[in-house]
Nanobody
Framework: QVQLVESGGGLVQPGGSLRLSCAASGSIYTIYTWAWYRQASGKQRELVARLTYDNKATYADAVKGRFTISRDTGKNKLYLQMTTLKPEDAAVYYC??????????????WGQGTQVTVSS
């Protein structure tokens, strides 16, 4: 069984920064695609950033230039550095990992989410 656990959310003032982390554990052979999503209250979950196996990163237009996705492959960890935060960035942030388990079974797992609040 594979688990993803996010951390690093919290309350930050507009213009501030936060770094989210996501740790994957369990019977993992490889996670080839990582992604961060967010879901604001009353809205649908949306893709924030994605990082592929060859380190190609893509970002939602709303966060380009402010957020950076990165990973530590050896530790099966994913990060999201968020800067110049705006009130509209407030949401529950989820990480998602896609890959294969030790037995070759596919992995497509979500974390439980971490709350980011941007307010003065």
């Amino acid at each position: 069984q594979v688990q993803l656990v996010e951390s690093g959310g919290g309350l930050v003032q507009p213009g501030g920064s936060l770094r989210l982390s996501c740790a994957a554990s369990g019977s993992i052979y490889t996670i080839y695609t990582w992604a961060w999503y967010r879901q604001a209250s009353g809205k649908q979950r949306e893709l924030v950033a994605r990082l592929t196996y060859d380190n190609k990163a893509t970002y939602a237009d709303a966060v380009k230039g402010r957020f950076t996705i990165s990973r530590d492959t050896g530790k099966n960890k994913l990060y999201l550095q968020m800067t110049t935060l705006k009130p509209e960035d407030a949401a529950v942030y989820y990480c998602k990992g896609e890959g294969f388990g030790d037995t070759g079974s596919p992995i497509s797992n979500w974390g439980q989410g971490t709350q980011v609040t941007v307010s003065s």
